[in-house]
């Protein structure tokens, strides 16, 4: 399991509007050798999700769209 933990990096989706935060967030993950992708909307995080399946989804309780609590759900509801 420790060898295969090296070898596939593990993914995070930030879902945010702020581009200060998506800064500060990809400062402190670089470190920890992540996949890091970023949305600035609930379409864009949506968009993403259909071809890749993040480990770790940040998310932001306000975005343009949609709130985050509703895009939580919708994400949940995926297949």
Known sequence: LAGLAERV?????????????????????????LDIAFSATAAGAMRHLQGARPDLVLMDVELPDIDGIELTRRIHALE
């Open 9 to 33: 990096r593990p993914s995070v989706l930030v879902v945010d509007d702020d581009a200060v935060q998506h800064a500060l967030i990809a400062h402190y993950l670089d470190q920890l050798n």
